[in-house]
Every structure is written in structure tokens, then in C-alpha cells.
């Protein structure tokens, strides 16, 4: 149908298309993340056990020793083209952990090497992350004038 | 399958090059020089190439065209610009304004989807729906004498909006303008569905291949016996591929090497190629526009 009144055929047809929707798999979905998010935090855990108890890191200095070693493996997993597999199959579980935000860093980073430096890896690192970080901060701050108030 | 019928498999994504970019151009490029050869003819014997991609401003085309000592015309129709170059082409022939004709298009998974979609490595689901760009192309040699088989006839198609907004989900965006095409050919040609062995759809993949035959269906004609979908047979379906294989590069690697064989060869004698195209882009779906897309037909037949 083309022309101007194709208002009332495309209600129709988008109905009859969404017919086709295969359902989401909710408790698969939920299964998978659930224990790849779950496995990403206990290795995070032993991580900073490790520290902890080896190194000897206490406080703020064990959190960001930790958060560095899992950005780090994050970075190293997407760099050998592994972690795109890992999120294919376990979608939340490995994009909402601070692995999943190295990953949405570092995966601009290589693709658009290609350009250049500058105006390739550096000014297209942050498409993906960049919608995070900005609602991260507001959010952030909207909360932590909600805890000045209160 | 179609593996065998093709004149290069390549093992490396980049072709030995040092961009996807760059590796789509020589990729064409191969197709273009490699369809001139296996016409037995030479390069200096060609009067136009007519081509083109999906990357922004066909880049793969017009570099590619760089190569070779001809003129050039560079046409965009999605993943329709196989059929569309090949309606050109013949009718240029046809008219007698050219002699010799190269018609050639290709796709590459990694640079559309850097284009069109997220990086990849990037660690996101995809939906059931979403198909995967084929990374290769074909190029069609048309001249106005030898050969079996041939060009008949051709139908351009009308840009068709069903409203389908959701971008992973070109199948059934782009099956309304399959069947419209489709039957308008059916239409002005007078032939029924059955004249032809073949009636070859680009990339609708496997839901946009239920629709289209559903559609015609309710126009009262019946396709089910003789509908092919490129998308749809390009790959050994496993759970990773979808609904099947998509883009420029779909049609035009299916089409140039399986089907052409067979046609060669006389086991399909009239097929009807009707590749399909979206004709949208990242600024239009980010400005929430639903997505035209149009389909051009051209008949095949050994003569």
C-alpha cells in the first residue's frame, strides 16, 4: 500500500506482524544472566580476597584495586574477541557488571582504530558508554541532593 | 551449499587488507574483474559498470570502480541493488547505448554492522528477528548478444511503508514491497505465478519469506511452491545466524553463482529475481521514521 492513506492498513499490518514474535524466554533469560552475573561477582569476590589477604589492601584501596583488576579482565576478554560471546548468551549478566561497562569502552575503541587516533579510537570510545556515564552522574546527583535534603 | 557454486571462498574476514572498509572494495573488485573473465571477455572491451554498496556514499563501489578503466555508474537500492543494476544494465543494452554491461554489488557483516549497528565486540543480545549481513559479492556481465541466458523483463518498484519501525526487523518491513512488486510484474507481464521455476526473493529471511507469501496469498495469487528467499538458504541455519543472511551482498552472491549455475546449466529455465532494499538509514530510525523499502523485479530466462 503506498499513498496517504495507508494510516489504517499499517495498524493492521504491524498486528499481524507482532503475531509472528517468537515469545522472550523470561526464566531463560533470567537463568543465564542470573548465573553469569552471579559468577562475574564471586570472581570478583575471590579477587578481592586475594588482595585482601596476598597484598594486604585495606578499605578504598582494596575497592578500586579490585574494580581495576575486573576492568582489566573485562578489557583483555573483549580484546580477544571473547566477550561478545559471553553477552550474546547471557545478555544482563555480563553487560551490568563493571566488566560489561570495560566492554562497552574498549569494544568503539578497537572498531574504530581504523580512523585514526584521534578522531577514530579516542572520539568514538565513548558512543556506547557515553549515554551511561551521562545518566550516571544525573542520576547521582538527583540522588545525592535527595540525601543532602533528608 | 552455496559455497561450492562460488568462485572464491575466503577464510579472512579483511582479505588481507587493513580495514572491513577496504576489504568490501577488493572484495567488489574481484567480483567485477572475475565476472568479466568467466564472460570470456577482457577489461578494455567494457563500456560501464554500474554498481553499488550499502556503506554511506557507496564508497565500496566508487573505489572499487577506481580499478577499472571504465565509466561508472553508481546506483543505491539497499539490498535491491543487485535487481536494480541488472533492470539498468539491461535496459541500456536493450536500448543499444551500450554494448557490454558490468552489474555488480557486495556486502560485508563487519562494516555494515559498524554503520548501521554497534561495534563488534560490544557484548549486547540481538533479537530473534535480526538477520546477518553476508559478507561477499557478485558482479552479472549483460551484453546484447551470445550467451543462453537472458534478461526478458523487468519490473521497478514503488517505495512501500507498512509502518515497521523496529530496525531488527527488516524481514517484515521489506516483505510488503516484495509482494507488491511481485504482483504488479505478475500484473503487467500477464503470466501467472507458475510460468516461472523460481521466484527469488533478496533477503527477506525466514519471517519476512512466511509474510511474503502470505500477502500474495490474500491477493489470490499462490507462490508457495516456487518462492526462494537468498537470506533464507545463504546459510546452514543454526541458532547464531536467525531469520537467515541479509544485505547487498545476499542477493548478489545466491543470485551470480547457485542460481546463475542452474540456469546455465538448464535445470531452472525462467526465474524472476525480485531483491528487496530498505531504504533507511541511522538518522532516520533515529528520528523514530518508519522504514520504506522498495523491491525491483527482473525476469531471467534461457533463451
Request: aromatic share 10%; hydrophobic share 45%; with cysteine.
Given at each position: 500500500?503506498?499513498?496517504?492513506?495507508?494510516?489504517?492498513?499499517?495498524?493492521?499490518?504491524?498486528?499481524?506482524?507482532?503475531?509472528?514474535?517468537?515469545?522472550?524466554?523470561?526464566?531463560?533469560?533470567?537463568?543465564r544472566a542470573?548465573?553469569v552475573g552471579?559468577?562475574?561477582?564471586?570472581?570478583?569476590?575471590?579477587?578481592?580476597?586475594?588482595?585482601?589477604?596476598?597484598?594486604?589492601?585495606?578499605?578504598?584501596?582494596?575497592?578500586?584495586?579490585?574494580?581495576?583488576?575486573?576492568?582489566?579482565?573485562?578489557?583483555?576478554?573483549?580484546?580477544?574477541?571473547?566477550?561478545?560471546?559471553i553477552g550474546?548468551n547471557a545478555g544482563?549478566g555480563s553487560?551490568?557488571?563493571?566488566?560489561?561497562?570495560?566492554?562497552?569502552?574498549?569494544?568503539?575503541?578497537?572498531?574504530?582504530?581504523?580512523?585514526?587516533?584521534?578522531?577514530?579510537?579516542?572520539?568514538?570510545?565513548?558512543?556506547?558508554?557515553?549515554?551511561?556515564?551521562?545518566?550516571?552522574?544525573?542520576?547521582?546527583?538527583?540522588?545525592?541532593?535527595?540525601?543532602?535534603?533528608? | 551449499?552455496?559455497?561450492?557454486?562460488?568462485?572464491?571462498?575466503?577464510?579472512?574476514?579483511?582479505?588481507?587488507?587493513?580495514?572491513?572498509?577496504?576489504?568490501?572494495?577488493?572484495?567488489?573488485?574481484?567480483?567485477?574483474?572475475?565476472?568479466?573473465?568467466?564472460?570470456?571477455?577482457?577489461?578494455?572491451?567494457?563500456?560501464?559498470?554500474?554498481?553499488?554498496?550499502?556503506?554511506?556514499?557507496?564508497?565500496?563501489?566508487?573505489?572499487?570502480?577506481?580499478?577499472?578503466?571504465?565509466?561508472?555508474?553508481?546506483?543505491?537500492?539497499?539490498?535491491?541493488?543487485?535487481?536494480?543494476?541488472?533492470?539498468?544494465?539491461?535496459?541500456?543494452?536493450?536500448?543499444?547505448?551500450?554494448?557490454?554491461?558490468?552489474?555488480?554489488?557486495?556486502?560485508?557483516?563487519?562494516?555494515?554492522?559498524?554503520?548501521?549497528?554497534?561495534?563488534?565486540?560490544?557484548?549486547?543480545?540481538?533479537?530473534?528477528?535480526?538477520?546477518?549481513?553476508?559478507?561477499?559479492?557478485?558482479?552479472?556481465?549483460?551484453?546484447?548478444?551470445?550467451?543462453?541466458?537472458?534478461?526478458?523483463?523487468?519490473?521497478?518498484?514503488?517505495?512501500?511503508?507498512?509502518?515497521?519501525?523496529?530496525?531488527?526487523?527488516?524481514?517484515?518491513?521489506?516483505?510488503?514491497?516484495?509482494?507488491?512488486?511481485?504482483?504488479?510484474?505478475?500484473?503487467?507481464?500477464?503470466?501467472?505465478?507458475?510460468?516461472?521455476?523460481?521466484?527469488?526473493?533478496?533477503?527477506?529471511?525466514?519471517?519476512?519469506?512466511?509474510?511474503?507469501?502470505?500477502?500474495?496469498?490474500?491477493?489470490?495469487?499462490?507462490?508457495?511452491?516456487?518462492?526462494?528467499?537468498?537470506?533464507?538458504?545463504?546459510?546452514?541455519?543454526?541458532?547464531?545466524?536467525?531469520?537467515?543472511?541479509?544485505?547487498?551482498?545476499?542477493?548478489?552472491?545466491?543470485?551470480?553463482?547457485?542460481?546463475?549455475?542452474?540456469?546455465?546449466?538448464?535445470?531452472?529455465?525462467?526465474?524472476?529475481?525480485?531483491?528487496?532494499?530498505?531504504?533507511?538509514?541511522?538518522?532516520?530510525?533515529?528520528?523514530?521514521?518508519?522504514?520504506?523499502?522498495?523491491?525491483?523485479?527482473?525476469?531471467?530466462?534461457?533463451?
Open positions: 500500500m503506498t499513498g496517504k492513506n495507508r494510516e489504517n492498513y499499517n495498524k493492521n499490518y504491524i498486528a499481524y506482524v507482532n503475531s509472528f514474535d517468537p515469545p522472550t524466554k523470561h526464566f531463560k533469560n533470567c537463568f542470573f548465573m552471579g559468577l562475574i561477582c564471586c570472581i570478583g569476590q575471590f579477587i578481592r580476597y586475594m588482595l585482601e589477604g596476598v597484598v594486604g589492601l585495606t578499605g578504598d584501596e582494596l575497592a578500586g584495586a579490585t574494580s581495576i583488576v575486573l576492568i582489566f579482565l573485562g578489557v583483555l576478554l573483549t580484546g580477544l574477541g571473547v566477550y561478545d560471546r550474546r544482563a553487560i551490568v557488571p563493571i566488566t560489561g561497562f570495560a566492554n562497552t569502552v574498549a569494544s568503539p575503541a578497537m572498531e574504530f582504530k581504523t580512523e585514526g587516533m584521534v578522531y577514530g579510537m579516542a572520539a568514538k570510545m565513548f558512543i556506547v558508554a557515553g549515554p551511561i556515564i551521562v545518566f550516571g552522574v544525573l542520576a547521582g546527583t538527583a540522588v545525592g541532593i535527595i540525601y543532602l535534603l533528608l | 551449499m552455496v559455497g561450492n557454486y562460488v568462485d572464491k571462498t575466503l577464510t579472512d574476514d579483511t582479505f588481507g587488507e587493513s580495514s572491513y572498509e577496504k576489504a568490501e572494495c577488493k572484495m567488489l573488485s574481484y567480483a567485477i574483474s572475475r565476472a568479466i573473465e568467466n564472460a570470456g571477455e577482457k577489461e578494455e572491451n567494457v563500456d560501464l559498470l554500474i554498481s553499488g554498496d550499502l556503506l554511506n556514499q557507496i564508497i565500496s563501489a566508487s573505489f572499487a570502480a577506481r580499478d577499472f578503466d571504465f565509466p561508472f555508474l553508481g546506483v543505491y537500492s539497499a539490498c535491491s541493488t543487485l535487481s536494480e543494476s541488472l533492470a539498468l544494465a539491461a535496459m541500456l543494452v536493450d536500448a543499444g547505448y551500450y554494448k557490454k554491461i558490468v552489474a555488480a554489488t557486495g556486502s560485508h557483516f563487519s562494516s555494515a554492522e559498524r554503520q548501521y549497528r554497534y561495534p563488534l565486540e560490544l557484548g549486547n543480545t540481538r533479537p530473534p528477528q535480526s538477520q546477518w549481513t553476508v559478507t561477499g559479492a557478485g558482479g552479472a556481465f549483460i551484453a546484447n548478444e551470445g550467451g543462453r541466458v537472458a534478461i526478458t523483463s523487468a519490473t521497478l518498484g514503488k517505495v512501500v511503508d507498512f509502518g515497521i519501525t523496529d530496525v531488527n526487523n527488516m524481514g517484515a518491513a521489506m516483505a510488503p514491497a516484495a509482494a507488491d512488486t511481485i504482483l504488479n510484474h505478475l500484473r503487467d507481464t500477464g503470466r501467472s505465478a507458475d510460468y516461472y521455476d523460481l521466484i527469488i526473493t533478496g533477503d527477506l529471511g525466514a519471517l519476512g519469506s512466511r509474510i511474503v507469501k502470505d500477502l500474495i496469498w490474500e491477493m489470490g495469487v499462490d507462490i508457495q511452491n516456487n518462492h526462494v528467499d537468498c537470506g533464507e538458504i545463504i546459510y546452514n541455519v543454526i541458532e547464531d545466524e536467525f531469520q537467515g543472511g541479509s544485505g547487498a551482498g545476499c542477493s548478489a552472491v545466491v543470485f551470480n553463482s547457485y542460481i546463475f549455475d542452474k540456469l546455465r546449466r538448464g535445470q531452472l529455465t525462467r526465474v524472476l529475481l525480485c531483491a528487496t532494499g530498505a531504504l533507511l538509514s541511522t538518522v532516520s530510525s533515529g528520528q523514530g521514521e518508519s522504514i520504506p523499502c522498495i523491491a525491483h523485479a527482473v525476469s531471467i530466462e534461457v533463451v
